[in-house]
């Protein structure tokens, strides 16, 4: 079995969610679209438990990689994680935006159908950012509605409950942006 197998195993399983749903997430699924015996999923992966705790561990080193990588990209001084923020919120395009929520929101959903404790990860690397933004040195509330503005855009595109136009997503990146400005 190759090394790059736990990474073949995680990514057919995260398709499978992507494709059919969290009710098709089954090991025997995982192994066949991996191209692997079953024998080496479980070699990797003992359950199902298992395999989904392994998604949640590399979203979550994704995640945390990922945002730290756009808080540096940003000028320092008071406002740089929420400026971040709104980056990775708003500055890609509509389609790394598509595939950068319907492989969390895969990674997600199967854990939370599955047993929503095993997001612990997830909400680490979330708690740490949140712990940003608070020391961020902006007025109360403007860091963290910033954040909740790009994490209720995240969950209307995980939950196909509304896409904002272009025009509407520049006017509220214009909206939070102001926020940015009231920074002592």
Same mark, same amino acid.
């Given at each position: 079995?190759?090394?790059?197998?736990?990474? $073949?195993?995680?990514?057919?399983? *995260?398709?499978?969610?992507?494709?059919?749903?969290?009710?098709?997430?089954?090991?025997?699924?995982?192994?066949?679209?991996?191209?692997?015996?079953?024998?080496?999923?479980?070699?990797?992966?003992?359950?199902?438990?298992?395999?989904?705790?392994?998604?949640?561990?590399?979203?979550? *080193?994704?995640?945390?990689?990922?945002?730290?990588?756009?808080?540096?990209?940003? %000028?320092?001084?008071?406002?740089?994680?929420?400026?971040?923020?709104?980056?990775?919120?708003?500055?890609?395009? %509509?389609? +790394?935006?598509?595939? $950068?929520?319907?492989?969390?929101?895969?990674?997600?959903?199967?854990?939370?159908?599955?047993?929503?404790?095993?997001?612990?990860?997830?909400?680490?690397?979330?708690?740490?950012?949140?712990?940003?933004?608070?020391?961020?040195?902006?007025?109360?509330?403007?860091?963290?509605?910033?954040?909740?503005?790009?994490?209720?855009?995240?969950?209307? $595109?995980?939950?196909?409950?509304?896409?904002?136009?272009?025009? *509407?997503?520049? +006017?509220?990146?214009?909206?939070?942006? $102001?926020?940015?400005?009231?920074? %002592?």
């Amino acid at each position: 079995m190759t090394s790059d197998a736990r990474t $073949r195993i995680l990514d057919a399983a *995260e398709a499978i969610v992507r494709a059919r749903g969290v009710s098709g997430l089954t090991l025997d699924a995982a192994a066949r679209q991996a191209g692997v015996s079953k024998g080496g999923l479980l070699y990797h992966f003992s359950s199902k438990e298992a395999l989904i705790t392994g998604l949640l561990g590399r979203m979550a *080193e994704w995640m945390a990689l990922d945002f730290e990588a756009c808080v540096a990209s940003q %000028p320092e001084g008071p406002g740089r994680v929420a400026r971040a923020m709104l980056a990775w919120a708003f500055e890609l395009t %509509p389609e +790394a935006m598509n595939e $950068r929520c319907d492989r969390a929101a895969a990674v997600f959903l199967a854990a939370f159908h599955h047993d929503p404790a095993l997001l612990g990860p997830i909400r680490a690397v979330i708690a740490r950012m949140r712990e940003a933004v608070a020391a961020d040195g902006l007025p109360s509330g403007h860091g963290h509605a910033i954040m909740a503005a790009g994490d209720g855009l995240f969950m209307a $595109r995980v939950f196909g409950l509304y896409t904002p136009t272009e025009q *509407e997503r520049h +006017a509220m990146h214009a909206a939070l942006s $102001r926020l940015l400005e009231a920074a %002592p």
